[in-house]
């Protein structure tokens, strides 16, 4: 059964620190992965996707992360982080075919302290 | 292009009653999906609704039903609420290619249900 696994629960980082959140996933074919991140009380909004092509993606907020197909993993990474960064973030991974549902991650909250 | 759209926003109920929680897609997604969120379980799936049909189900007991209408808005309802159907209900919408899989879904500001 496909999965995803967010290893770290919370994360602190200081205010212009780099940021790498870790996604490491199961799926038995080559899936389409997402990471979205959630501020308090509001909806999930979209950072970036991979869909195929170049394995390193790009997407809003100065948010990038890497497809890695050997390692199953698919981390976020971000070169400086703001305090407006402060969220939870989730990886998801869906199919490139067929209509099965996403499949999401537990979370991970980042805390950023000055 | 205007967003996912949930009403309402806040819900309070009491236990033993229903509740009928309503979202419209963003124009021309015809797939939407519906997930509870609580700080202990995470993000769970409930269903998954296209072309008025529902396509997918999560592990969730039949007091949790929805549907969708022609226009592609869809509304899910909870019967006999429990104290443990507090929680935050996230809709997300997505377009459906030829082969019926859904691209990256998008999100509403979800319904915060309280149960008393």
């Known amino acids: 059964a496909q999965s995803v696994t967010q290893p770290d629960i919370h994360i602190t980082v200081s205010e212009g620190a780099s940021l790498e959140l870790r996604c490491n996933y199961s799926?038995?074919?080559?899936?389409?992965l997402f990471w979205y991140v959630q501020s308090p009380g509001q909806g999930l909004q979209l950072l970036l996707k991979?869909?195929?092509?170049?394995?390193l993606v790009q997407g809003i907020k100065g948010f990038e992360a890497e497809f890695k197909r050997s390692q199953s993993s698919f981390n976020l990474r971000k070169p400086s982080v703001h305090w407006s960064d402060a969220a939870e973030y989730f990886c998801?991974?869906?199919?490139?075919?067929?209509?099965?549902?996403?499949?999401f991650g537990k979370g991970t909250r980042l805390s950023v302290i000055a | 292009k205007a967003g996912v759209t949930q009403t309402p926003r806040y819900l309070i109920k009491t236990r033993g009653q229903q509740v009928t929680l309503s979202c419209s897609p963003i124009?021309?997604?015809?797939?939407v999906s519906w997930y509870q969120q609580t700080p202990g379980q995470g993000l769970q799936f409930l269903f998954e609704?296209?072309?008025?049909?529902?396509?997918n189900k999560g592990n969730f007991p039949g007091r949790f039903s929805g549907r969708q209408f022609s226009n592609s808005r869809s509304e899910m309802n909870v019967s006999t609420l429990e104290l443990g159907d507090s929680a935050l209900y996230l809709c997300?919408?997505?377009?459906?290619?030829?082969?019926?899989?859904?691209?990256?879904?998008?999100f509403g500001p979800g319904t915060r249900l309280t149960v008393t």
């Open positions: 997300a919408s997505s377009l459906i290619d030829w082969t019926g899989a859904s691209y990256e879904q998008y």
């Open positions: 799926y038995g074919a080559t899936p389409y």
């Open positions: 991979y869909f195929s092509g170049d394995t």
């Open positions: 998801a991974v869906g199919p490139l075919s067929g209509n099965t549902p996403l499949v």
């Open positions: 124009s021309g997604h015809r797939s």
């Open positions: 609704y296209f072309s008025e049909t529902q396509r």
